[in-house]
């Protein structure tokens, strides 16, 4: 017999988890529940582990649902990775034994309340929702949202601490909270804050026996998972579990965050491995603008201040955040477009989500309504450079529509209109008459019909460059020089140092040309490439001889953190190619190969990499082109040097 009873059709409900306390029968409804008290355990499903540690029998979790409607319901919400769904225990719901996963079953253990307190109002998804009703788990999807801003908080469940990590993880964070909150201050009137000194060598926040402890925290899976996005990030309060430690969530993100922020623990980082990036990511992105009132990123002050100044400089758009979602783990592929529609830029002016959900459309129909959408008078061909960040297997879709749950963890290159980064390969302004953007389908297929200017081709390219740790096989640098024409040459070797940086000053300040001050730029470069292990000796010295008389080495140095972020943000996952007819140096898509053609479109403000095939082109993906950034291409097609096409692609 099924637990669910239907929801009520008008309105907006939910189901209520009561968890009751160990062996507490008072408040358990009468019936079959509360015999279920007496249930032997034996009888239940448990693992072997379970089995032999349990000294004496142990009372089974016990639990009830109510249906509530929204507004009225009072439950904290747990935010959990589900785990392997083969792997689960058993706990008594209402009249029924149900099958949970080992993960959700700990997270229950971990808040059952003692038996001297009252039965815990809870909201889990895996329970509260009927997951195999297609139409609930639509409409329930729609308000997820609502479900955990609603909550009086979120209870985020990490897992078991089988190791030992926890508490050492979370005092580090605490410490390194507490160095940076004591030594800050904040100037409001002039939106700055003034941060301490570095940290001294011999500062315990620096000790890197104590950083194998965050590594491990950073593994968990709830790390990497899609729905925290949301789940966190629209919380009014929140705390996390891991085992038996726990910390307020606010503390962890600020720790990562001053991580992430501060260059000296950039060598801890590589030591150990650990990646913060899922915590940063959704802060810098997606968090800092979120419009909910009540929310944990008001209890620290620092984490505050900077959510205030990055929301009033940043522009809410529902592209950056399905871009932040790519990296994470979602075991159904609706669900990276699902998971962010609680975030205000999914909402449009009528308060209505930007799509609908519906778990019954084909993956390939919601990508491709999607990818409509966002081809707007805003966002332009924006579109199109989230498919060489997501892959493009084009047995799947069409190769012009984002596959959102393929991840390829790149930089975008490309950025928001209003984001005034100096690219402006398709001279928009000159060239917006010759805009057209347009979607039509025939026999069955969508195509997009785009113009532009085709005006090289692909002749050779480097290895996909990786970095974990370090560079696999090949340095960029290496590899780069094995394309130029001349790599002795400063000119070619300044095109170099600039396509791997996609011609920005650095990771965290992207809006300035590295051509504005490209003395400290080549400083930056041979700094950097002088404290690289996998650069050769040989090379190094090159570089040495092209650039020493011009350069001031100190003062490059202090930038060499900024231009490594740079570097291993964009040559990862991609491509160091050289063009056929104008020997022009670029960085492209993992997927391209020898022959694809290099394009200007209007309305992109930068370069892709296209492939004919028969009477249209398949999208390989956004480049950037040493030579081609500032519209060159567009000024020779404007003397009548180039010629402008109609560019279609399936």
């Known amino acids: 017999m099924s637990i669910y009873k239907p929801l009520p059709p008008a309105g907006q409900w939910i189901r209520v988890l009561t968890l009751y306390p160990p062996a507490q029968i008072d408040d358990v409804p009468e019936g079959r529940l509360r015999k279920s008290f007496r249930v032997p355990w034996q009888k239940l499903r448990w693992s072997k582990q379970d089995k032999t540690s349990m000294s004496e029998p142990q009372p089974p979790i016990v639990?009830?649902?109510?249906?509530?409607?929204?507004?009225?319901?009072?439950?904290e919400a747990i935010s959990y990775a589900w785990g392997d769904p083969k792997q689960t225990r058993q706990i008594l719901c209402d009249d029924s034994l149900i099958d949970i996963t080992v993960s959700l079953y700990g997270a229950l253990k971990r808040l059952q309340p003692s038996a001297d307190k009252e039965p815990r109002k809870l909201w889990a998804d895996a329970i509260c929702i009927n997951q195999s009703d297609l139409a609930e788990r639509s409409s329930q999807v729609r308000i997820m949202g609502a479900i955990f801003e609603r909550a009086?908080?979120?209870?985020?469940?990490?897992?078991?601490?089988i190791h030992g990590h926890a508490q050492p993880a979370f005092d580090l964070c605490m410490e390194i909270d507490e160095y940076y909150s004591n030594g800050s201050r904040i100037d409001a009137e002039n939106d700055l804050i003034y941060w301490p000194p570095p940290p001294d060598p011999g500062e315990p926040i620096l000790d890197p026996t104590r950083w194998r402890h965050l590594e491990s925290l950073t593994l968990c899976p709830w790390f990497g998972r899609l729905w925290v996005i949301q789940e966190a990030g629209v919380a009014r309060t929140a705390d996390v579990s891991w085992g038996n430690a726990g910390i307020k969530f606010s503390h962890l993100v600020e720790a990562f965050v001053y991580i992430n922020m501060n260059s000296i623990f950039f060598p801890l980082q590589m030591e150990h491995g650990a990646y913060f990036g899922y915590i940063t990511d959704p802060w810098w992105q997606i968090w800092c603008t979120y419009d909910n009132e009540y929310s944990w990123r008001n209890d620290r002050p620092y984490l505050r201040f900077m959510a205030m100044h990055h929301s009033a400089v940043s522009k809410r758009n529902i592209f950056n955040v399905l871009l932040t979602g790519v990296a994470f783990r979602a075991s159904d592929p609706h669900d990276h477009i699902y998971a962010h529609l609680g975030h205000p830029a999914a909402r449009q002016a009528d308060g209505a989500n930007f799509v609908d959900v519906d778990y019954r459309k084909s993956i390939s129909e919601l990508y491709l309504d999607v990818a409509e959408k966002l081809l707007d008078e805003r966002y332009g061909l924006l579109v199109l450079s989230a498919v060489g960040y997501t892959g493009n297997d084009f047995s799947e879709g069409l190769s012009w529509v984002p596959q959102w749950h393929k991840a390829s963890l790149v930089t975008l290159i490309a950025r928001l209109p209003e984001d005034r980064l100096w690219y402006d390969t398709s001279l928009y302004e000159s060239t917006k008459h010759e805009l057209s953007i347009k979607t039509e389908s025939m026999e069955g297929t969508h195509y997009l019909r785009t113009r532009g200017i085709v005006f090289d081709m692909v002749d050779a390219?480097?290895?996909?460059?990786?970095?974990?740790?370090?560079?696999?096989?090949?340095?960029?640098?290496?590899?780069?020089?094995?394309?130029?024409?001349?790599?002795?040459n400063p000119e070619a070797v300044d095109a170099l140092s600039l396509v791997m940086g996609a011609g920005i000053v650095g990771y965290f300040s992207d809006s300035k040309a590295a051509e504005e001050d490209l003395n400290e730029y080549r400083a930056r470069f041979v700094a950097y490439c002088s404290t690289e292990k996998e650069i050769g000796r040989e090379t190094k010295?090159?570089?040495?001889?092209?650039?020493?008389?011009?350069?001031?080495?100190?003062?490059?140095?202090?930038?060499v953190h900024e231009y490594r972020e740079c570097i291993i943000g964009f040559c990862q996952h991609r491509r160091l190619f050289r063009t056929s007819t104008n020997y022009l140096l670029g960085l492209g898509p993992a997927a391209m190969q020898q022959g694809d053609l290099c394009c200007v479109l209007f309305g992109s403000c930068v370069p892709f990499v296209i492939r004919r095939s028969g009477s249209e082109y398949k999208l390989i993906g956004e480049c950037y082109i040493h030579g081609v950034m500032r519209g060159e291409v567009v000024k020779e097609m404007l003397k009548g040097e180039r010629v402008v096409e109609d560019i279609v692609f399936s």
């Open 63 to 75: 639990c009830s649902l109510q249906l509530v409607p929204l507004d009225e319901a009072c439950y």
């Open 152 to 161: 009086s908080g979120v209870q985020i469940w990490l897992g078991p601490d």
């Open 461 to 488: 390219f480097s290895m996909v460059f990786e970095w974990r740790k370090g560079w696999h096989s090949q340095h960029p640098v290496e590899a780069g020089l094995s394309l130029v024409q001349s790599p002795k």
């Open 541 to 559: 010295d090159i570089l040495i001889q092209i650039y020493e008389p011009r350069l001031d080495f100190q003062r490059g140095k202090s930038g």
